[in-house]
């Protein structure tokens, strides 16, 4: 499995506060991605990177945002957590035959 | 409707019992497909990759129908430990990203 890890792995935090999630990989890979998994919706694309500083949006990213300084690092930040993005969080990161590889996600309650 | 579908499940077997899903793709850019298994409470972890017509590993076996633009996942002589949810990845080249189905829970009973 690719060396993917996450931090904090659990979170409780207030409504209106700023939240930065962090993953890092070990494997070198150019794409990794943000994703957050619900009841009934499954995986969901948040944003994606394609290589340093280089991002785009997914399919739910109002609320939120992301950096990528270096290969290995892809920080998610939501800027003012609200109760909606109580959620599951999972980054991922994507070999050259576009296999993703996750990480043990980050459990995330906005009170 | 959603780009990935999947059988909703759940799956109730007996061991020993052959179990297949399936999964509608309706991007036809499509170009690779993946099933990954995930337990309760963990990451999602890869199973197979299919990039042509099928792919089969052991007792588990994906078929690709191009045509009918499904994928579908056969497991053979199940086993307690297949017990998790099961969820179907369709990768859009023409997107640069992977959706995937909301996922199938199987459970095996002894």
């Known amino acids: 499995d690719a060396g993917i890890t996450q931090s904090p792995r659990h979170k409780v935090t207030e409504t209106g506060t700023p939240v930065t999630l962090r993953c890092h990989q070990t494997e070198n890979h150019r794409y990794m991605y943000w994703y957050r998994q619900d009841p009934g919706h499954g995986l969901r694309l948040i944003h994606y990177s394609y290589g340093v500083k280089d991002t785009d949006k997914g399919e739910v990213s109002d609320g939120y945002s992301v950096s990528r300084s270096k290969t290995e690092d892809f920080l998610l930040t939501l800027e003012s957590a609200t109760s909606s993005q109580t959620s599951v969080y999972f980054c991922?990161?994507?070999?050259?035959?576009?296999?993703?590889?996750f990480g043990p996600g980050t459990r995330l309650t906005v009170l | 409707r959603k780009e990935v579908e999947q059988d909703p499940g759940p799956f109730n077997v007996p061991e020993g019992a052959t179990v297949a899903f399936n999964c509608t793709y309706s991007n036809s850019a499509s170009q690779s497909f993946f099933w990954y298994r995930q337990d309760c409470r963990k990451e999602p972890k890869l199973l197979m990759s299919?990039?042509?017509s099928g792919n089969e590993d052991g007792r588990f076996t994906a078929q690709l129908n191009r045509a009918s633009q499904y994928i579908s996942l056969l497991i053979r002589d199940s086993k307690l430990s297949d017990s998790a949810t099961y969820l179907c990845g369709a990768w859009q080249d023409n997107n640069n990203d992977m959706r995937f189905g909301a996922g199938t829970r199987l459970t095996v009973k002894p």
């Open positions: 991922a990161s994507q070999s050259s035959y576009n296999e993703q590889f």
């Open positions: 299919v990039y042509s």
